[in-house]
């Protein structure tokens, strides 16, 4: 198992499969894009399963998410997932995507084993995906999103992150949106996670500002604490039900105490927390011969460190060195 010293098991491998992407989303990515990652730096596709069989038939992990930068970039991908939906026991396979490619993906995803996508949208005006992402392609995620609909992923997840100013006027409309085409929508808290390091938290809007605007136009319900679980997102049934809308305050409702993710960048390093500032190398033993034992024990011992928050409300926090779009989010 993934233990750590306050006792939390982690059961939810979050891998990157590159920093790379075709958006540049200002809270993660500056305009002029990063310096990615150097190919051989990169897991390759045999490394990633890999690494996914270890964590999964040794390491006790149930779910694996794939993310990035923007994962359906990485061209072995529906053989990864493939490879990954064979293991015994299956895990559970999800993928964190902007949408784009999907119109072309979503059918040989759903086909390999792919279980469940979350797509993340901002705004249902395209100036404003514009202004967001500074690419103009907001048809291509509407149109992703349909691909995935119709290539049967269920349930489809959308993930939505508001700028003061920019798009915090469209929460109530997002949800509209959403209960129109059976999405399940969560928002989530800007974090300090962006390359330029410019996150300020009183330009933050807050997972209870986001409630006081969608309480506006809806009725909704918690689901209850237990609901949550080890589940980031505290969900609440909109006009009561069956629908559901979530909301994850990772900055002013931190979940770390029932936290259960360890994640793997797509250069081969474990990360605890998604604000660690430490990685562990998984990939240089991995090149050097290690066997899968050895491998695993190291993963655990990255685990057992795991800090018991994200520091976050600490006065000394530091942001990790890598931003969003490298440590996979
Ligand atoms: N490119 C894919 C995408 O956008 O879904 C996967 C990677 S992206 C880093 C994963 C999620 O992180 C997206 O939903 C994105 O909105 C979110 N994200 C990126 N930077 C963030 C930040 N600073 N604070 C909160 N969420 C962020
Ligand atoms: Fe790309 Fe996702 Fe970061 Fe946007 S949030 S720049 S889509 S990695």
Not at 20 to 33: A, H, I, K, S
Not at 174 to 194: C, G, K, T, V
Not at 285 to 302: F, N
Request: charged share 30%; glycine share 8%.
């Amino acid at each position: 198992m993934l233990i750590d010293t306050y006792g939390r098991v982690a059961t939810d491998l979050r891998v990157s499969l590159t920093d790379r992407c075709n958006l540049r989303c200002t809270y993660c990515m500056p305009e002029e894009g990063l310096q990615w990652l150097a190919k051989p730096d990169l897991l390759t596709d045999d490394e990633i399963v890999r690494m996914v069989r270890i964590a999964v038939t040794t390491l006790g992990v149930k779910d694996v998410r794939f993310t990035g930068g923007e994962p359906l970039l990485r061209p072995g991908l529906v053989g990864i997932v493939e490879r990954c939906a064979a293991l015994e026991p299956r895990p559970k396979i999800s993928l964190t995507t902007n949408g784009i490619a999907l119109r072309r993906t979503a059918e040989a995803l759903r086909e390999a084993g792919l279980d469940r996508v979350n797509v993340s949208l901002d705004t249902l005006r395209p100036e404003v995906f514009h202004t967001l992402t500074r690419r103009n392609r907001h048809h291509d995620v509407i149109a992703g999103l349909e691909a995935a609909r119709a290539a049967g992923l269920d349930p489809i997840k959308v993930n939505t992150v508001l700028m003061r100013g920019i798009n915090d006027d469209e929460a109530p409309d997002l949800l509209q949106w959403a209960l129109d085409h059976s999405y399940e929508l969560r928002f989530i808290e800007q974090m300090p996670l962006d390359a330029q390091h410019g996150w300020q938290r009183s330009d933050m809007v807050t997972a209870e500002e986001i409630l006081t605007a969608l309480q506006s136009r809806f009725d909704l319900r918690p689901e209850g604490r237990s609901a949550r679980g080890s589940a980031p997102a505290e969900r609440w049934v909109v006009d009561g039900g069956p629908a559901r809308v979530g909301v994850i305050g990772s900055v002013t409702r931190p979940f770390c105490r029932a936290c259960d993710r360890t994640r793997l960048t797509a250069d081969g390093q474990v990360r605890n927390c998604l604000f660690a500032r430490e990685e562990s190398d998984l990939r240089g033993p991995l090149r050097s011969g290690a066997d899968d034992a050895e491998i695993a024990e190291l993963w655990k011992a990255a685990m057992w460190g795991k800090k018991a928050g994200s520091g976050l409300d600490d006065p000394a926090f530091l942001q990790p060195e890598r931003p969003m779009s490298a440590i996979g989010g």
